[in-house]
Nanobody, 115 residues
Framework: QVQFVESGGGLVQPGGSLRLSCAASGIAFNIYIMAWYRQAPGKQRELVATITSSGRTNYVESVERRFFISRDNTKATLYLQMINLKPEDTATYYC?????????WGQGTQVTVSS
Protein backbone atom coordinates (compact mmCIF):
# COMPACT_ATOMS: atom_id res chain seq x y z
CA GLN A 1 0.00 0.00 0.00
CA VAL A 2 1.39 3.37 -1.04
CA GLN A 3 1.64 5.86 1.80
CA PHE A 4 2.97 9.39 2.13
CA VAL A 5 3.42 10.97 5.55
CA GLU A 6 4.13 14.69 5.50
CA SER A 7 5.49 16.64 8.46
CA GLY A 8 7.26 19.84 9.41
CA GLY A 9 4.56 22.42 8.89
CA GLY A 10 3.59 25.09 11.37
CA LEU A 11 2.93 28.76 12.00
CA VAL A 12 5.68 31.11 10.90
CA GLN A 13 6.00 34.85 10.46
CA PRO A 14 6.52 36.39 7.02
CA GLY A 15 10.17 36.05 6.07
CA GLY A 16 10.57 32.91 8.15
CA SER A 17 11.65 29.43 7.16
CA LEU A 18 10.38 25.87 7.42
CA ARG A 19 11.58 22.47 6.28
CA LEU A 20 8.98 19.93 5.27
CA SER A 21 9.57 16.19 5.12
CA CYS A 22 7.65 13.41 3.42
CA ALA A 23 8.25 9.76 4.21
CA ALA A 24 7.13 7.47 1.41
CA SER A 25 6.43 3.77 1.60
CA GLY A 26 4.95 1.12 -0.66
CA ILE A 27 6.61 2.45 -3.82
CA ALA A 28 10.01 2.18 -5.47
CA PHE A 29 10.73 5.75 -4.37
CA ASN A 30 14.10 6.04 -6.05
CA ILE A 31 12.80 5.60 -9.60
CA TYR A 32 10.06 8.20 -9.58
CA ILE A 33 9.96 11.91 -10.25
CA MET A 34 8.58 13.22 -6.96
CA ALA A 35 6.76 16.45 -6.24
CA TRP A 36 5.44 18.80 -3.61
CA TYR A 37 1.96 20.17 -4.05
CA ARG A 38 -0.04 22.65 -2.01
CA GLN A 39 -3.67 23.56 -1.60
CA ALA A 40 -4.80 26.84 -0.15
CA PRO A 41 -8.32 27.28 1.27
CA GLY A 42 -10.85 27.61 -1.53
CA LYS A 43 -8.28 26.89 -4.23
CA GLN A 44 -7.27 23.91 -6.32
CA ARG A 45 -4.22 21.86 -5.45
CA GLU A 46 -1.18 23.13 -7.35
CA LEU A 47 2.18 21.64 -8.21
CA VAL A 48 4.98 23.53 -6.46
CA ALA A 49 8.22 21.68 -7.17
CA THR A 50 9.50 18.49 -8.75
CA ILE A 51 12.69 16.47 -8.52
CA THR A 52 13.86 13.63 -10.72
CA SER A 53 15.47 10.48 -9.39
CA SER A 54 18.88 11.97 -10.19
CA GLY A 55 18.14 15.27 -8.47
CA ARG A 56 17.14 17.59 -11.28
CA THR A 57 14.67 20.15 -9.92
CA ASN A 58 11.93 22.39 -11.24
CA TYR A 59 9.76 25.00 -9.52
CA VAL A 60 6.64 27.00 -10.12
CA GLU A 61 7.65 30.61 -10.70
CA SER A 62 6.09 31.92 -7.48
CA VAL A 63 8.47 29.90 -5.29
CA GLU A 64 11.68 30.02 -7.31
CA ARG A 65 14.75 30.97 -5.25
CA ARG A 66 12.70 30.59 -2.05
CA PHE A 67 11.82 26.88 -2.04
CA PHE A 68 14.31 24.04 -2.50
CA ILE A 69 13.25 20.46 -3.08
CA SER A 70 15.56 17.56 -2.29
CA ARG A 71 15.37 13.83 -1.72
CA ASP A 72 17.13 11.02 0.09
CA ASN A 73 16.54 7.86 -1.90
CA THR A 74 18.15 5.71 0.80
CA LYS A 75 15.47 6.87 3.24
CA ALA A 76 12.63 7.19 0.71
CA THR A 77 12.14 10.73 1.98
CA LEU A 78 11.36 13.96 0.17
CA TYR A 79 12.15 17.41 1.56
CA LEU A 80 11.11 20.98 0.91
CA GLN A 81 13.20 23.75 2.39
CA MET A 82 11.25 27.00 2.36
CA ILE A 83 12.79 30.39 3.09
CA ASN A 84 11.47 33.95 2.95
CA LEU A 85 7.94 32.67 3.39
CA LYS A 86 5.05 34.88 2.38
CA PRO A 87 1.41 34.93 3.50
CA GLU A 88 0.41 33.60 0.08
CA ASP A 89 2.40 30.44 0.82
CA THR A 90 -0.22 29.53 3.42
CA ALA A 91 -1.61 26.13 2.41
CA THR A 92 -1.63 22.45 3.16
CA TYR A 93 1.41 20.86 1.58
CA TYR A 94 1.42 17.35 0.13
CA CYS A 95 3.97 15.12 -1.55
CA UNK A 96 3.27 12.58 -4.29
CA UNK A 97 4.64 11.26 -7.51
CA UNK A 98 4.80 13.96 -10.14
CA UNK A 99 3.28 12.07 -13.08
CA UNK A 100 0.81 9.77 -11.38
CA UNK A 101 -1.14 10.65 -8.25
CA UNK A 102 -3.67 7.84 -8.63
CA UNK A 103 -2.30 6.12 -5.53
CA UNK A 104 -3.93 8.72 -3.33
CA TRP A 105 -2.75 11.42 -0.97
CA GLY A 106 -1.41 11.69 2.53
CA GLN A 107 -2.88 13.93 5.19
CA GLY A 108 -0.59 16.81 4.28
CA THR A 109 1.10 19.29 6.59
CA GLN A 110 -0.30 22.74 7.26
CA VAL A 111 1.87 25.80 6.67
CA THR A 112 0.54 29.12 7.92
CA VAL A 113 2.44 32.32 7.29
CA SER A 114 1.11 35.15 9.37
CA SER A 115 2.25 37.91 11.66
Amino acid sequence: QVQFVESGGGLVQPGGSLRLSCAASGIAFNIYIMAWYRQAPGKQRELVATITSSGRTNYVESVERRFFISRDNTKATLYLQMINLKPEDTATYYCNRALDTSNGWGQGTQVTVSS
